[in-house]
């Protein structure tokens, strides 16, 4: 049978990764891996003894040069913890590591295509050999990423079936705890079904019971909303309206939720919506006065300080993740180089 790497040779080949120069003959012949295009550049990179990737959506858009500061803090925090690793004489003394930080540019397609480069390792040529043992150098040992769930599911098929571990530092989707599905995706914020419990007890708490609920239409935001309504009506809690948009969607649907929430007679919402998508309905919810809401926020923008401009924020409460204080971290932080938009296309 096919060992793993020439089934991972035929996938890349099957995507137009990779040219085959010699088939795979019935006779165990070897093959000759070219990549056909100029690999994805990583944003911050450093040689090590052992390399860790990350991939952050560093930029709100693939064509637009719009930086988001929160996950450009994200990735430079991991450069942060591996450079005290290196400089450490107690965890690993002897080993360097290094790392490939890669820019998503929030696209679910990209973060995939970052998953299989970074599986690939760095060589831009291999052979595979007649044990179907791969010879390539610089294949990763881990991957931290990414921020979305979304984007973390995509990555965690690509590498589920190679045993590659992939640890998410923000990605919350009830549905990643699932280990024959995500047999080696890791993370270190709890699952969304515990916050959806947590937000209806805390809306409860607070007496409202007639609200309306808005979220992503993505993997995050849907499971959440299952959750939640289910949470919602067994606090006793009466939802008005419960709408989904992604920010990619035609403006058309962005302006339909909007007047979905100018028109409702709920001031409460409750919004379970990324970043991203939030920015997307609250510029719209600007352009005309919106009746005055009192917002419950979910973790992805309840600490998201670009968000607090929009008057609609004002006041709004949520659930954030506890914040501890790393020495020297937040010097590191402000002593930030400028960075080039890396995604392609960009103006």
């Known amino acids: 049978m096919m ?10 080949w099957a995507l137009g990764l990779f040219e085959l120069n010699s088939a795979l003959g019935l006779n165990g012949a070897g093959i000759k891996c070219k990549l056909q295009d100029t690999a994805h550049p990583p944003a911050f990179s450093m040689d090590g003894d052992y390399v860790v990737g990350g991939v952050f ?18 990735s430079r925090a991991m450069i942060f913890a591996i450079e005290e690793i290196n400089n450490s004489s107690n965890l690993l003394p002897g080993v360097k590591l290094g790392y490939h930080i890669y820019d998503s540019c929030a696209s679910v397609p990209m973060a995939a295509h970052l998953a299989f480069q970074l599986a690939n390792g760095q060589d831009p040529e291999f052979s595979l050999g007649n044990d179907h043992n791969c010879s390539q150098s610089g294949m990763v040992m881990a991957i931290v990423g990414e921020s979305g769930s979304t984007p973390s599911i995509s990555m965690s098929r690509v590498l589920g079936p190679f045993n590659i571990p992939q640890v998410s530092h923000y990605a919350t989707c009830a549905c990643l705890s699932n280990k024959k599905q995500y047999p080696s995706f890791l993370r270190d914020d709890p699952s969304d079904q515990f916050q959806a419990n947590a937000l209806a ?3 409860k708490t607070l007496r409202w019971t007639w609200i309306g609920a808005v979220c992503s239409d993505s993997d995050y935001g849907n499971k959440w909303h299952g959750f939640f309504l289910d949470a919602a009506h067994r ?41 991203g998508d939030m920015r997307i309905l609250l510029e719209e919810l600007s352009r005309e006065p919106s009746p005055a809401s009192s917002v419950v926020r979910s973790e992805a923008w309840v600490t998201d300080s670009q968000l607090l401009r929009f008057s609609f924020c004002a006041g709004a409460i949520g659930i954030g993740i506890q914040q501890a204080v790393i020495p020297g971290l937040r010097d590191f932080l402000l002593d930030l180089p400028l960075t080039k938009c890396l995604c392609p296309g960009a103006d």
């Open 3 to 12: 060992g793993i790497s020439a089934l991972f040779v035929c996938l890349m």
């Open 57 to 74: 959506s560093i930029h709100y858009y693939m064509h637009k040069v719009s930086i988001d500061s929160r996950e450009l803090r994200f």
């Open 201 to 203: 007890k805390l809306v």
């Open 235 to 275: 606090e006793g809690i009466c939802v008005e309206y419960s709408e989904s948009f992604y920010r990619n969607n035609p403006r058309s649907k962005i302006q339909r939720v909007a007047e979905v929430i100018r028109r409702s007679t709920a001031t409460v919402i409750v919004a379970f919506a990324a970043s």
